[in-house]
């Protein structure tokens, strides 16, 4: 009689794995997206007094940027914002007035200064003039000499843009929480100080000067930045510093949203964008725990025109509102609750990021910082919200433990592995099992798997050690192909098709072209895991899928430790997470068959995992493809390789990577139709949008720089080398009032930049430009230090470019000036007097310009001292080739002074200076060689007839992020 044929139980029925798994992810992406676009119900006008109401923040923002408009500094716009902020801010006080428990104050200060800071990995020092800030303080009725928590934002625009988002929303919705709050029953125990700095996007010059200069500064104990990166809306915690405020803010702000993971990057400081929170912040140049807080989404309007009333989408200031006010009492109540402990408050004297003293807090303070007011301002968190429900914070120090703790876990799990893979030894159960089971079923099957151990793979830790190292190779392949095949994809196509950027205006072909293929090159390495797992132990492939999971548990809490250890905690905890789940899943997925509840558990125990990582992720790739407009152009193909390798981060977040060996079990069958089937879609998407889509639109337009160079040096005739203060004061024919030089125009043209890969040729007709040749090569120092990020060409200016231009504007908004054109004496530098100092000479100089205006001074030479800074000259470039005489030390500078005149110094050593053999015992300034060199470059923004012209050449696609007039000119003493 012949023996039957034994045949090994299925673990689990693939089609229903692999249709769980797919739907499992789906649903949670459906979920992430329904949750990233929910704002609340906008509340109306008549809304009760102590509530917010986006109704009444509305009536003020389109005064700002309908009524008013452009409101960058230097124009009247600015000062039109601070005037109409002011008069909101006196309402508010008056509608105080009748209450005896709160006092209301109404604070405007004009600020000079400078400060020397880092922005793109680039040193230079920024000065300013004459820019003012509001602050409204509120102070209930017990609470005098305590801490106050700063709200702040700014009512300045970028240089073409209303500032609808960056910065009226939150302008707004500041002046509506002030107004509510005053109005509120339960007033905060603290302070509260509301801010709107008059000068941010000129690299927060304004905030730096209240910072060093307010007497309001010291009484401050904690910090609420809000700002601004489009009109879409969610607004997340992205930096923040002291891990208190963060927990305070967290508790209490309805609806919070963030991750440190945004944080992670934004440190790093390859991302050119900054906030005035850098200047607020204890680990930069302030001396304050806080927060930054911005609405991310709709980026593609950023810093251009479109960034306009209509486009804030309704809801988003309401939600802001909403937040604002509960994370302002969470912090105020934390602050208070600290002072009443004994706790001292942020510290007054602090080390900024350039080991130099904090400006102006001194005061009143004696001996070292203590080691709780540094943890108090340092010490950092963290935090990550899930789907916006509710928010999870913990200090870095516990983040230190709690990442690996999911490692030590992993490799303990090999040695209870006779709990954890029963299957792998036979006991009584078993035995009687298979005594039970009818002959030739699949119970009998199973059963006498269970009884013998199979070829027992796993029947030692050893063994399993081995299996789950193996595992992780092959997770770590997973990862690198992941990442790596869409972004080679994307390079592919970029060099093909010669157009890059194919999904900026169009995310969704994104998708179809990056998460195709990265799910194939992710699975690739586990295609041979049913032969694997059935050769390995018939009837028991749960066992060895389980060691396959614990691999990928183990190859994550790997990551998760080292970049926890590499300080990037935010990054680190999506990889803790899915180690995490890991752990919870290995024993579920371990026995003869899946359990239909070991596999529900397992997808529930990963909702957290799942769902954090991919919405951080998600909200990573989404604003980062809107940002790629203004990520400068260092490669044509740079965009797209970096949004494959987001988009395949973003696949290894959604399957948490443990799911990634079950999917492959589960299509084991069709794997090959699978594979390919995903290659040809993305392949196909590729194919389709690279000849059928614009890389960009009118509602997401390419950025350009847009600049009238104007060359300019002095008339004959005109003394720049005035060693006297007499004879400054003479008049010069033509000159400026004050003894000014006159100047001449040698040449014009403008300078047409791009800032992001798409080669300008393929968005614009090139056939009258001709190749940048500007004999300087500074065509893009007015942008400084983003000028090495674009690229451009020269545009020689027609004569009709000159003339008045008919027909409507291009944009519905403008800075008009009443003549062009534009100025009557154009910018210079001079040299007003000589002083020796004994070791040193100091060059007394001034700067002219006729209208307020930014500007860059770059001064090259053996500089050992200048005035725009007390402690700090920190050399911007250095060529060390030309040895000592080529450093150059930049200043970006800003001003919105009526009074033409700025007068500055520099000071050289006297060893480095050359004297005329003739004319040693001379004290005239012309027999001295003092090897300093100047290039000044001046910006106005007010439009003239060749901006005018410039502007109506650019497609419908295309919109200007800089347009300016710029004077340049060089001086040598």
């Not at 914002?81 to 509608?95: G, H, I, P, T, W």
């Not at 934004?266 to 929170?277: E, G, R, T, Y």
């Not at 991310?296 to 937040?323: F, K, N």
């Not at 001292?865 to 060390?880: G, Y």
Request: glycine share 8%.
């Amino acid at each position: 009689m012949a023996k039957p044929q034994i045949t090994p139980v299925a673990y689990a029925n693939r089609l229903i794995l692999t249709a769980v798994l797919l739907a499992y992810c789906a649903t949670i992406i459906l979920l992430i997206k329904n949750r990233l676009a929910f704002v609340p119900t906008p509340a109306p006008l008549d809304a009760p007094l102590d509530a917010f109401s986006e109704a009444r923040a509305r009536v003020h923002l389109h005064h700002l940027t309908v009524t008013i408009g452009n409101r960058q500094v230097s124009t009247p716009g600015n000062l039109a914002a601070r005037n109409y902020v002011e008069a909101q801010l006196q309402k508010v006080k008056a509608s105080a007035a009748s209450r005896s428990d709160v006092s209301v104050e109404v604070v405007r200060t004009t600020v000079n200064g400078a400060v020397s800071m880092t922005f793109t990995k680039i040193n230079f020092t920024n000065a300013y003039r004459s820019l003012d800030n509001l602050a409204l303080v509120i102070t209930p009725r017990g609470t005098e000499g305590k801490k106050a928590v700063l709200i702040a934002s700014h009512y300045d625009s970028a240089v073409c843009s209303q500032g609808a988002s960056d910065d009226g929303s939150q302008v707004t919705v500041m002046l509506e929480t002030a107004r509510a709050l005053v109005h509120a029953q339960q007033l905060p125990p603290t302070p509260v100080v509301f801010l709107w700095t008059g000068g941010e996007e000129p690299i927060s010059p304004a905030a730096h000067g209240w910072a060093s200069t307010s007497p309001l500064y010291p009484r401050l104990g904690a910090f609420i930045n809000l700002e601004a990166m489009g009109g879409g809306g969610l607004p997340i915690v992205f930096q923040h510093t002291g891990a208190w405020v963060l927990e305070a803010y967290a508790r209490s702000a309805p609806g919070v949203r963030g991750s440190r993971v945004a944080q992670d990057i934004f440190d790093l400081h390859i991302i050119p964008a900054d906030s005035d929170f850098r200047m607020f912040s204890a680990r930069h140049y302030g001396s304050l725990p806080g927060l930054d807080v911005a609405y991310v989404v709709d980026s593609t309007a950023y810093h251009t025109y479109l960034d306009s009333y209509d486009r804030v989408r309704p809801g988003v200031i309401q939600e802001m509102g909403e937040g604002l006010l509960g994370g302002l009492m969470g912090v105020s109540k934390a602050l208070a609750a600290r002072q009443a402990a004994g706790k001292v408050g942020p510290p007054l004297f602090v080390t900024n990021e350039a080991g130099q003293a904090v400006p102006g807090q001194q005061e009143g303070r004696t001996g070292a910082v203590t080691p709780e007011e540094r943890e108090a301002a340092f010490e950092r968190a963290v935090y990550w919200d899930v789907l916006g429900y509710f928010m999870v914070t913990y200090a870095d120090h516990v983040a230190d433990t709690l990442h690996n703790v999911p490692l030590a876990l992993i490799l303990l799990m090999p040695l209870a592995s006779s709990l954890l893979f029963p299957s792998s030894s036979s006991s009584p159960a078993a035995s009687k099992a298979k005594k039970d089971a009818a002959p030739g079923t699949p119970a009998a099957a199973s059963a006498a798997a269970a009884a013998a151990g199979g070829r027992g793979m796993f029947r030692s830790p050893a063994q399993v050690y081995v299996g789950v190292l193996g595992a992780a190779a092959r997770t770590l392949c997973s990862i690198i192909l992941a990442v790596a095949a869409p972004a080679l994809l994307g390079a592919a196509r970029t060099l093909i098709s010669g157009t890059p950027m194919i999904w900026f205006a169009h995310q969704w072909v994104g998708s179809w072209i990056y998460i195709p293929i990265s799910l194939a090159a992710a699975l690739a390495p586990w295609l041979s895991i049913s032969e694997r797992a059935a050769a390995a132990d018939a009837g028991r492939q749960g066992d060895f899928l389980a060691v396959q999971v614990c691999g990928c548990g183990l190859m994550s809490s790997l990551i998760a430790a080292g970049l926890s250890a590499a300080g990037l905690k935010g990054n680190a905890f999506i990889f803790a997470l899915c180690g995490g789940m890991a752990c919870l899943s290995v024993p579920l997925l371990a026995g003869p068959r899946l359990r239909p509840w070991a596999l529900g558990a397992m997808l529930v125990a990963g909702l957290v995992p799942v769902s954090v990582g991919s919405s951080a992720v998600v909200v990573f790739v989404h604003v980062l493809m809107e940002r790629m407009a203004l990520s400068g152009h260092v490669s044509v193909v740079l965009a797209d390789i970096l949004i494959g390798v987001l988009f395949g981060a973003g696949v290894l977040a959604t399957s948490a990577g443990v799911m990634l060996p079950l999917l492959a079990y589960g299509i084991a069958g069709q794997r090959k139709k699978v594979i390919t089937g995903l290659v040809l879609v993305s392949v196909a998407a590729a194919a389709w949008s690279s000849t059928n889509l614009p890389a960009y639109t009118p509602t997401a337009p390419k950025r350009a720089i847009i600049s009238h160079i104007v060359l300019t040096q002095p008339a004959a005739g005109s003394d720049t080398n005035a060693a006297a203060a007499s004879e400054v004061s003479q008049a010069v024919a033509g000159g400026p009032p004050g003894g000014g030089i006159k100047m001449e125009i040698t040449r014009d043209y403008v300078a047409l930049g791009i800032v992001d890969s798409t080669p300008l040729d393929k968005v614009i007709g090139l056939t009258s430009f001709t190749p940048a040749a500007n004999p300087w090569g500074r065509d893009f120092t007015p942008v400084f230090p983003l000028d090495d990020m674009i690229l451009g060409v020269e545009v020689e200016v027609p004569p009709d470019w000159r003339q008045p231009q008919s027909g409507p504007p291009r944009h519905p908004y403008d800075i008009p000036h009443p003549t062009d054109p534009l100025l009557d004496h154009l910018p210079f530098v001079q040299l007003v007097a000589v002083q020796d100092l004994g070791q040193r000479y100091r060059l007394d100089l001034r700067m002219y310009s006729q209208l307020p205006c930014w500007g860059i001074l770059n001064v090259t030479g053996p500089i050992v001292a200048w005035s725009f800074h007390a402690t700090a000259l920190s050399p911007s470039f250095i060529n060390k080739d030309a040895g000592a005489g080529e450093v150059q030390h930049v200043v970006r500078f800003v001003t919105q002074d009526a009074d033409p005149y700025w007068t500055f110094w520099v000071e050289v050593e006297k060893a480095t200076v050359k004297t005329a053999a003739a004319a040693a015992s001379s004290s005239s300034s012309g027999s001295r060689d003092y090897g300093v060199h100047f290039e000044l470059s001046t910006s106005y923004l007010q439009r003239t007839n060749v901006l005018t012209s410039a502007m109506r050449h650019l497609p419908a696609s295309m919109h200007e992020t800089w347009l300016a007039t710029v004077y340049q000119s060089e001086w040598h003493w």
